[in-house]
């Protein structure tokens, strides 16, 4: 009998020539198995099961686990502002990790013995599905042809052409990870640290021009409507969002950071709906959160962020991180209203019953309900005695 293996299979050209490389040469009944995070459209996801079978695929299958990534992860990146950097909203990061969860459940279900997938190496991908598939399936061989022939682009298209698969993916500038959380663009003028992408990079166009309302509502820390329209699902709601801020060109960024391998990396990438999502949900929590909450969840949330990016998501202290991170979230409720333009947006305000803002003990620089001027004064006078007891010390130390 011929030995199973499952092949992580996204559409490109390193799955594919893996695909057509293991069934042909090595005699492998080959799975192509293709985990959707919320990134292929329907049309995408057909045109990959037809071309698995043209490449020798035994099977094909799609993995939706687009809900179950919200559910395990998602959710909880909303609930901490999660922004490497400060910056990049770590989609493709954390995608992968549930792209190859599922891969390895599939693999265990039809009793394969070998995974294969297409990262090369010198990215981060590789590190989040070998490690994914160790812990999950450490009894199966993990095949990573493109990486260890150190493959050029050219070396795979020639093969798939020379065995009666036409493959253009040689014309294409730009490679694209795409998922419900953003897209990342790879590649072109991204590999000259002088150079910016152009208007043509990106795969959504501004459309809209001037300025426009946008109020988003959240309950417990969940996206639950979109200018007063209820939605259940959330991510149906997401891909809202995503479609109302991406007319306007807002989430472009690029992102320079250190990969898991140790190397620097540079990443275009598109993202609206975490722009707009993350960006009024902190704003929420500056008016619902004690001053230490924010502080303590900031330093989880970086945490958090920082394993989901190092392949770290099944150490079981992000089991606890997600805890604290939901009992965070228990106040924070209402509304937020947002103003859009092309290319950015800004806060405008919140309508919230938990809104700390509103407080009976006073309103800042104006009025003090819960205090007198001599409380003020003595609060002040302790306030510096540290400083005072220095400085007495010390009176050089102020010149």
Known sequence: ?????????????????????????????????????????????????????????????????????????????????????????????????????????????????????????????????????????????????????????????????????????????????????????????ILDSAQGLPESAYLKQVKKEGTEELRLTFEQGELKAINGQRYDDPIAAICKVEEIGAAYGIGRDMHVGDTIIGIKGRVGFEAAAPALIIGAHRFLEKYTLSKWQQYWKDQVANWYGMFLHESQYLEPVMRDIEAMLTSSQRYVNGTVILELRPLGFHTVGVDSKDDLVKSKLGEYGETQKGWTADDAKGFIKVLSTPLRVFHACHPEAGE
């Open 1 to 189: 009998m011929k030995k199973k293996v499952v092949v992580a299979f996204s559409g490109g050209l390193d799955t594919s020539y893996t695909v057509m490389y293991l069934a042909l040469e090595k005699g492998y009944e080959v799975y192509a198995a293709c985990a959707n995070t919320g990134g292929f459209s329907p049309e995408q996801l057909k045109q990959n099961e037809e071309n698995a079978y043209k490449l020798g695929a035994t099977k094909y299958v799609t993995l939706d686990v687009t809900r179950e990534y919200y559910d395990k992860s998602l959710k909880y990146m909303i609930y901490g502002n999660v922004l490497r950097n400060g910056v990049y909203p770590i989609s493709v990061s954390s995608e992968r990790i549930f792209q190859g969860m599922a891969i390895a459940r599939y693999a265990k279900e039809i009793g394969a013995s070998a995974i294969a997938h297409g990262s090369t190496g010198a990215g981060n991908d590789q590190v989040r599905f070998d490690m994914t598939f160790l812990v999950m399936c450490p009894e199966m061989e993990i095949i990573t042809l493109t990486r260890d022939g150190n493959l050029t682009r050219k070396e795979e298209v020639d093969y798939l052409n020379a065995h009666g698969f036409d493959a253009d993916f040689a014309k294409l500038k730009y490679s694209y990870n795409v998922g419900i959380w953003g897209t990342s663009i790879c590649g072109g003028e």
